[in-house]
């Protein structure tokens, strides 16, 4: 059995053309606070990132802010930054990623642009080599994530997905159940989730 502690959400630090993304990034943020987990993030506090954030602190929930130096004043305000109870400020992107893997027991995707692909993209990766066994989300609000899926379907017609198995996310509509679906499939994969960090570092 898996324990999950911690919830890692990438998604888009701008809101997107419709309102229901945020709305999803406030019940994520305020689901995992409500299960007693620690939400962590990229630190911003604009956006669909902010709208999580703001979602876990309302409902009392802890919250991690990894963010880069150079990003402190694109995607966060210093003010906004002082409500989060631990923030890690990273050297660069690949500092900021790992720190990401290593503080969080499972992985979200919700609705974002091409930092959240490459985020998620990367982190199944890492899946796929065997480096971890963390569950992968991808929260599918309004169909974002249909052309994405289709793709990875694709790839693994064309046969370039050879160890499928270890690539296998969550597809959940509905933001209120995705943590629930990550406590039941952690609850019933008893592969270990850490990485193998000398792999990872590698990489």
């Not at 502690?5 to 809101?15: A, E, I, N, P, Q």
């Not at 602190?57 to 989060?84: D, M, S």
């Not at 793709?151 to 995705?178: C, Q, Y």
Request: net charge negative; proline share 3%; hydrophobic share 45%.
């Amino acid at each position: 059995m898996n324990t999950i502690r911690s919830v890692c959400v990438y998604c888009g630090s701008s809101l997107g053309k419709s309102e229901v993304y945020q709305k999803a990034g406030l019940t994520l943020g305020r689901s995992i606070a409500e299960a007693g987990l620690r939400l962590v993030y990229g630190g911003g506090t604009k956006g669909i990132m902010g709208a999580v954030a703001e979602g876990a602190l309302r409902a009392g929930g802890k919250v991690t802010g990894i963010i880069p130096r150079f990003l402190l004043n694109r995607e966060a305000t210093e003010a906004a930054l002082g409500n989060l109870d631990d923030l890690i400020v990273t050297e660069n992107m690949h500092e900021r990623k790992h720190k990401m893997f290593e503080q969080s027991d499972a992985f979200v995707a919700l609705p974002g642009g091409i930092g959240t692909v490459e985020e998620i993209v990367e982190i199944m990766t890492w899946a796929q080599l065997g480096h971890h066994r963390k569950p992968i989300v991808f929260a599918n609000v309004n169909g974002f994530w249909d052309p994405m899926l289709r793709l990875m379907d694709h790839m693994r017609a064309e046969g370039f997905i050879h160890t499928g198995h270890l690539v296998a996310p969550l597809v959940v509509e509905r933001p209120e159940a995705i943590v629930s679906a990550i406590l039941v499939g952690a609850s019933s994969d008893g592969a270990p989730t850490e990485g193998v960090q000398a792999l990872i570092e590698k990489m």
